[in-house]
């Protein structure tokens, strides 16, 4: 469980300080407002919604902005562009597979521009279902391997902790563990893991691939550089691909 994993995948994003916090607001703006959409503006009782408002405060998004796209999201606030999630499957030359997801207000237009990056880099759009095949929803928290109520277990007495809560899968970083769960099962195993005083540095929904692919140092620019400029479009929200960078 600590590193070849089969529910291993990558979910390649920038982090705050190397993007323009606007195009961060933006972006995020139309998560909080897709989400009051499909599910009110109670996060108590829209998921969805209140993870969106967590990520807003870790990169103190303004009230009003907020405010601004629960309202668009219920009706409230009436606006003429309309917003539209979007998924695309795009495969590269060496048979390479990600999976992108957005948001956009004009789908051709969106499209248009992820088509250019994709030529550039000579990936291509896949047929619907070609890559999503190699992946399944699953649920994931990381935390903090350098808090203290996780310093005090060593790997073996963490890694039967978190199977015995309901770990699926354990992917270590540097100083971070992802914990793979079940998607339904996120709320509750975030809980225990508070119960227990452990930091939570981050919780997702999102794709993982069943295989993944080791990627030789000389190539990991040429990814990075494809995915970095996928998501500073407008509509590109999350990258999932089957790629170990």
Known sequence: MSGHSHFKSIKHKKELEDRKKGQMFSKLARVITIAAQKGGRDPEKNPAL???????????????????????????????????????EIIGPEGEMAILEGITDNKNRALGEIKNILQRYNWKLADQGAVRWLFERKGYITINLDSESVKNKNKEELEL?????????????????????????????????????????????????????????????????????????????????????
Do not use: C, W
């Not at 408002?53 to 303004?62: D, Q, R, T, Y």
């Not at 009230?63 to 003429?80: F, H, M, P, V």
């Open 50 to 88: 209140r993870q969106a408002l967590e990520e807003a405060k870790k990169i103190n998004m303004p009230k009003e902005n907020i405010e601004r796209a629960i309202k668009r999201g219920t009706g409230e606030l009436k606006e003429e562009s309309e917003l539209f999630e979007v998924s695309y």
């Open 161 to 245: 902790f978190l199977i015995e809560l309901g770990a699926q899968d354990l992917i270590y970083h540097d100083n971070s563990l992802d914990v793979i769960v079940n998607p339904e099962d996120l709320e509750s195993f975030k809980e225990k893991l508070k119960s227990q005083n452990i930091e939570i540095v981050e919780e997702n929904i999102g794709l993982y691939a069943k295989n993944s692919i080791e990627v030789k140092e000389e190539k990991r620019g040429h990814y990075q550089n494809l995915f970095e400029e996928l998501l500073d479009t407008d509509t590109v929200q999350n990258i999932y691909s089957n790629l170990n960078l």
